[in-house]
């Protein structure tokens, strides 16, 4: 597992919100909770949303917003489309 900072649009690393990569996921978390968690199955790009904590602050959708690299808008998008999966990432052991 490796853990590393998100950067400030100076590229500065900033508190409290991390990237987080392991052998089978890569994770963005806020503080102490799981947001995002991005696994490749079946070859292809899953991203799931915690159904709780993915629009908890303006701190953690300025840094969800990054770590995705589009809008909130665009997320709501693919929410709505099915291509992001809301889940409760925060009661499951992260793998």
């Keep these: 597992m490796q853990v ?3 950067e ?3 590229g500065n690393p900033v508190p409290n919100q991390h990237i987080i ?4 996921a890569t994770y963005f978390q ?3 909770s799981i947001i995002i ?12 949303l915690d159904e709780n904590k ?3 602050s303006v701190t953690t959708g300025k840094y969800r917003n990054q770590f995705l690299g589009e809008t909130k808008k665009e997320t709501e998008r693919k929410i709505k489309a099915g291509q992001y999966i ?7 052991p992260v793998k």
């Excluded at 968690?37 to 799931?48: A, D, H, P, S, W």
Aim: charged share 25%.
């Design 86 to 92: 809301l889940a409760d990432l925060n009661t499951e």
């Design 37 to 48: 968690k991005i696994t490749l199955e079946n070859g292809e790009r899953q991203v799931y």
């Design 21 to 24: 990569f392991t052998p089978d």
């Design 8 to 10: 400030s649009s100076n």
């Design 30 to 32: 806020s503080y102490q």
């Design 54 to 56: 993915w629009d908890y």
């Design 4 to 6: 590393s900072n998100m």
